[in-house]
Structures are given as C-alpha cells and as structure tokens.
C-alpha cells in the first residue's frame, strides 16, 4: 500500500526559497511528481522525476527555478524552490505515477507573499 506525506510547507516573501519533502512508501520503484493548486484554480503539474532519479521534468513556469529530486533509501521526494512568485502559492502535492496519478498524499501549503 502506498503512503506518501508531504512537509515542508509554509510561507516565504517573493524572491524567496523553501522546501518541501515527502515521505513515501511504495515508491521507490516509480516515478513521482509534484502537482499544485492554487486557490481556486484546477491542478497544475510541476515537476517529475523517473525512478532512480536520472532523468526530471519541469513545467515552464517552474524550469530554472524549482529542483526535483529523491533519496531511494530515505524513501523521500523533495522539490527545492527558489526565486519564488506569488503565483507559486498552493496546495503541493506529491503523486505516485503508475499508468496515471494514482497515488496523492493530502498536500503541504505554500504561500509567497510580502
């Protein structure tokens, strides 16, 4: 069964940095992502990474900016953000890929704001 929870959230000024983490289980042998949504917006996908960590993805908005990355034997994805946007703000979720999304832990907030 798969468990995955994210931390790591909270808020930072523009121009900022933060972090966040999930922990997982059932996860080391496929690849993860990270989605977001903002208030009152749909889903936004912002990043992946393949199982063993060679090869990510990035959405425009992101590219440059934020990292994807995981640690196998810690079982933990995590995604560095840096020179952050108020239009960064959300509801970040970490999300098993398997066919599809299957997986989603219950999200960490993130709000960019002065």
């Known amino acids: 069964q798969v468990q995955l929870e994210e931390s790591g959230g909270g808020t930072v000024q523009p121009g900022g940095s933060l972090s966040v983490s999930c922990a997982a289980s059932?996860?080391?042998?496929?690849?993860a992502n990270w989605i977001r949504q903002a208030p009152g917006k749909g889903l936004e996908w912002v990043s992946g990474?393949?199982?063993?960590?060679?090869?990510?993805w990035y959405a425009d908005s992101v590219k440059g900016r934020f990292t994807i990355s995981r640690d196998n034997y810690k079982n933990t994805l995590y995604l560095r953000m840096s020179s952050l946007k108020p239009e960064d703000s959300g509801v970040y979720y970490c999300v098993r890929a398997n066919g599809g999304f299957d997986s989603w832990g219950q999200g960490t907030q993130v709000t960019v704001s002065s």
């Open positions: 990474i393949n199982s063993g960590g060679s090869t990510t």
């Open positions: 059932g996860f080391s042998t496929y690849s």
